[in-house]
């Protein structure tokens, strides 16, 4: 299991590369033994990061944050898929799972942040800093 | 209006009308503003004291109040309005664009600086008050001079885009004061 923490204004993670750990986080109040969401190599800084590829036989779905707001509002993923957030805004933002299970901290503008989905379920999530960008995760139960 | 001609009487005019300045900022400055429109250079100037102003509110405000949300929201106008400057300082120079102070730039200065004298001589609910009031006709304030002086007045796309893009943040600040003030008590 991989802590997950900030460098420098970016996500990134402790795990060693080429293995995936995979800290499942549950629903508000209760880390689930199921495990909803993984959480994966996550930041990327600069241009040209955060373009590469999801993991073969998987999608990546890119969410772009500008304008104070997430476009498009609602994505769809298969498990293993891969959803990344790309700050293209003017202001530091944070994509938030309204459940606790995930968060990105603060995305500076020209940042991003990824997540590969698990377990099927509609997540919702919002922007710790501009309370009104809301956005949604739904997970599909299987390809 | 109402709201604006009663809490900061002097930003809009000092923002919308350089002229109605004239009798306290430099006469000569704002005869020339009126007589030329405002250049890029003016916007340039215009937008980085504008987030100034917001900035040095901000730090007042996480100097001076004790209530969480509103020092959530002070750090909030930190960080947002310090990151709209570095775009737009990056954006200058990319540009080689050289921000010139006019009228309406210092006008604006002027009037900011002397309500935060007056914010600087309050404490507890009623700076909690009197600040988050003050953000609300402020950031009202400069929505109405985007729309009606900065973006129409802009000649290159990329300021012009920089500041259609920062309106919705704007928006964004606004509501939030306004959120945060209706829950105060008092």
């Known amino acids: 299991m991989r802590a997950i923490r900030e460098e420098g204004g970016a996500i990134r993670t402790t795990a060693r590369r080429g293995r995936r750990a995979r800290p499942r986080v549950g629903p508000r109040g209760a880390v689930s033994a199921a ?4 959480l994966i190599a996550v930041a990327a800084l600069g241009p040209g990061c955060g373009h590469g590829s999801a993991p073969r036989g998987h999608s990546l779905h890119v969410v772009t944050i500008r304008r104070i707001a997430f476009a498009p509002p609602l994505v769809t993923l298969a498990p293993g898929d891969t959803i990344e957030w790309r700050n293209r805004d003017l202001v530091p933002h944070t994509v938030s799972a309204r459940n606790d299970a995930w968060d990105s901290g603060s995305l500076a503008p020209d940042s991003s942040w990824r997540l590969v989905a698990s377990q099927a379920g509609s997540f919702a999530y919002f922007c710790r800093f501009h309370t009104n960008m809301h956005g949604t995760v739904a997970i599909a139960r299987s390809r | 209006m109402k709201l604006l001609s009663r809490v900061i009487p002097s930003l809009l005019v000092a923002a919308l009308a350089a002229v109605s300045l004239s009798a306290s900022v430099d006469a000569k400055a704002a005869k ?7 250049t890029d ?15 040095e509110n901000a730090q007042l405000a ?18 947002d309005h310090t990151s709209v ?9 990319k540009l080689k664009l050289t921000p010139v102070g006019n009228a309406a730039s210092r006008g604006l200065v002027k009037s900011t600086g002397a309500k935060r004298a007056e914010l600087a001589k309050l404490t507890g609910g009623a700076f909690d008050q009197a600040y988050l009031d003050n953000e609300i006709s402020y950031h009202q304030a400069v929505l109405d001079m985007l729309d009606q002086q900065l973006v129409p007045g802009a000649k290159n796309a990329e300021l012009k885009d920089l500041l259609t893009s920062v309106r919705p943040a ?5 509501d939030k004061a306004k959120e945060t003030r209706a829950a105060l008590k008092g």
């Not at chain 1, 495990?35 to 993984?38: A, H, N």
């Not at chain 2, 996480?62 to 909030?76: G, I, N, P, R, W």
């Open chain 1, 35 to 38: 495990g909803l969401v993984i």
């Open chain 2, 32 to 38: 020339a503003s009126k007589a030329a429109p405002l």
């Open chain 2, 41 to 55: 250079a003016n916007i340039a100037a215009i937008v980085l004291a504008a987030n100034s102003i917001d900035i």
């Open chain 2, 62 to 79: 996480l100097k001076t109040s004790t209530d969480e949300s509103v020092k959530a929201f002070a750090q909030m106008m930190v960080t």
């Open chain 2, 85 to 93: 400057n570095d775009k737009a300082k990056a954006l200058a120079g």
């Open chain 2, 170 to 174: 704007f928006v964004a600040h606004l």
